[in-house]
């Protein structure tokens, strides 16, 4: 489940070497001490970054490098070049990095101090070409990492430094990620279908299966008062608006099985599917958007990918404005430039994208033959978001975004009983959805307020995995292009 962040560490090393003597390297140390503690202190880095040492030798940096591919808590480096450091002596190390790694480009002074600058100032400060120097040697080893660039006391570097952070909590959260699978795919269907195995190689993924069956044992030993503790929290977030109290308790037993089911077996994300509810009597509604608000990643018709995203995302997201959910683009509203997607799915959508507070409905669902199902019924946030698919494209796995612009619901649409998102995809639905369906985009997506499409990019280049983003200023012939370019790219890497 979601780590805490403040204890996740990113291990900053200083390069440096011995030509300049201790009376300077003793400087180098102050500075980068005194950054690093600033750094922590500003509210857009997330977690912990810990300063390590000067390194100056070949040795120092092979050894802190290996400490920090076993250290669990250690969860990317910060490099940076206050002196110039020969980067041949990065070689050995670098060579057996493991873990994110951001190459910080930046210099402890903000400006050149007119009078006051000599010799000794510009042996100090020299990261202009020494992080030149450090980054040639990333290129040539072809390592993937970051390149930030500014003065590290902006506020808009320390968003970019926490950002990044936030990307490779994300790997690290892939890592160890484990999916539960009640029910397989939704027969016949493609996009949700995938290589798991290929999935763990490449992202980390575990994703097991486990018969409903073994499910059902936990649901069933939920007691009455477990239930009666639940809905009275239903009762403080939520509106109820039913009088089939029945039908709310049960989704209270599931949402209690169902927990009780993926905190024993460490899992972080789950799915199910309405083909295989075999001894349920309702489809999880209620029960489902209550562990995503709660954290989990979720999948419906047996969709893992789409669950193991929506975990990732959540992980990253934490302590960020705005929700992120489970999504589903289900119909259009065409009004030429302005038309758009209405979002939403049978029932689960994650009530962390809510504007207003949910209320508690129940309702026939239609399809799968089992009782009337509680779910939570709201009108989706206004404002900023991407929607992110991921797709296997056999040999490889594709991580589609599409930045949109979510709106409030332009319409009451009071018989409409499930939570509902709305947005204009950008730039328009033409062109998006021309990209979106010529990329192979999935009918189910992580919809996000939070983050934005270059936090999921670093994430994508860390996973070594494709990425492709629909955005605003999107060419279709030059996307198009690409796609072929990429295609060829991934095939000869
Ligand atoms: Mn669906």
Known sequence: MMKDLKTCQFWFITGSQHLYGEETLKKVAEHSESMVEKLNQANQIPAEIVFKIVAT???????????????KSCVGIITWMHTFSPSKMWIRGL??????YLHLHTQFN????????????????????????????????????????????DKHVKEKIGLWMRSAIGVMTSKKLKVARFGDNMRDVAVTEG???????????????????????????????????IVKEYEQAYIIKTDNIESVRYQARLEIGMETFLKKGGFDAFVNTFEDLNGMKQLPGLASQRLMEKGYGFGPEGDWKVAAMTSVMKTMAQGLVGGTSLMEDYTYHFAGEESLILGSHMLEICP?????????EVHPLGIGGKDDPARLVFEGASGKAICAS???????????VNDILAVKPIM????LPVARVMWKPLPNLETSAEAWITAGGAHHSVISFSLTANELRDWANMMDIEF??????IDLYRFKQDLLIADLAWKLK
């Open 57 to 71: 030798t070949s040795e120092a940096i092979e050894n802190i490098i290996e400490e920090a591919n076993y250290d």
């Open 95 to 100: 060579g057996k990095l493991q873990k994110p």
């Open 110 to 153: 903000r400006e050149i101090p007119n009078e006051d600058i000599d010799m000794d100032f510009m042996n100090l400060n020299q990261a202009a070409h020494g992080d030149r120097e450090h980054g040639f040697i990333g290129t040539r080893m072809r390592l993937p990492r970051k390149v930030i660039v500014g003065y590290w006391e």
């Open 195 to 229: 290589d798991k195995v290929e999935a763990q190689i490449k992202l980390g993924w575990s994703v097991n299966t486990y018969p409903v069956g073994d499910l059902l044992a936990y649901i069933d030993a939920v007691s009455e008062a477990e239930i009666d503790a």
């Open 352 to 360: 962390t994208v809510a504007a207003t507070k949910p209320s508690i």
């Open 390 to 400: 991921l797709i296997d494209m056999g040999g490889r796995l594709r991580l589609i």
């Open 412 to 415: 009451a649409m009071p018989n």
């Open 468 to 473: 492709v983003h629909i955005a605003e200023d």
